[in-house]
């Protein structure tokens, strides 16, 4: 069972357009990550959001943590060809989980 | 520089033989685990570290070992390799376990498995 829903699942744009990328679930998390994984590269993260209701911000991209923390989405404001690559949500579910539970990532293509 | 090593990077092999994947962290993390990632399935932890001579399996252990004999390495083992373990496989490390708020993890460049 996937705890963490992402969509959508693929997203191919131009640039200069704005976009939002979703990640759900019916758990309560402690935590959650933000990562952008590359061709041919492991994972790095963006951001870890650990508040309700909590929004960071790193340059172009936002990030939302729900109210209830059952949810976030990431907002890109203007892509660029240097954001394509493939975003994961990950969580750290409430109660002391030692495995922490990936979405299975939304594919990101920006055309110039 | 701190960084997660993996190696190899490619490896293609036959079914039963058996191989060793190696990961190194040098940022004297006490957590350690390995990932696999297959398309439309994304990531799944296989095993788990909390620490030297601690581990757990994750969501999809069988047909892997693991050992943590310092705090550095953490090898992934396979046994006897079969077609449906071929996929990209990362390992990572964090300062702390999954369950703290503060967690990041750091990733290895990846391993790409070919099971024949």
């Known amino acids: 069972t996937q705890l963490l829903e992402q969509s959508p699942q693929f997203l191919s744009i131009q640039e200069g357009e704005n976009l939002t990328v979703y990640c759900n679930s019916s758990?309560?998390?402690?935590?959650l990550q933000w990562y952008r994984q590359e061709p041919g590269e492991g994972p790095v993260l963006l951001v870890t959001v650990v508040t309700g209701g909590e929004v960071k911000k790193l340059k172009r991209l936002t990030f939302q943590f729900g109210d209830a923390r059952k949810d976030s989405s990431l907002h890109i404001t203007a892509a660029q060809p240097g954001d394509t690559g493939l975003y994961l949500c990950a969580g750290d579910e409430s109660g002391g989980s030692y495995i922490p539970t990936f979405g299975r990532g939304t594919s990101l293509i920006v055309h110039p | 520089e701190a960084q997660v090593t993996q190696n190899p990077r490619y490896l293609i092999t036959v079914t039963g033989k058996k191989l060793t994947v190696t990961c190194s962290q040098n940022?004297?993390?006490?957590?350690m685990s390995w990932y696999r990632q297959d398309p439309g399935l994304g990531l799944r932890q296989i095993y788990y570290s909390m620490n030297v001579e601690v581990t757990d399996k994750g969501d999809v252990p069988e047909g892997y070992k693991v050992s943590r004999k310092e705090k550095r390495n953490f090898p992934l083992i396979l046994e006897s390799p079969s077609p449906n373990q071929t996929s990209l496989y990362f390992c990572?490390?964090?300062?702390f376990g999954s369950g703290s708020s503060y967690n990041e993890q750091f990733f290895g460049p990846g391993t790409r498995l070919t099971v024949l």
């Open positions: 758990s309560v998390f402690s935590s």
């Open positions: 940022m004297n993390h006490e957590y």
């Open positions: 990572a490390s964090s300062l």
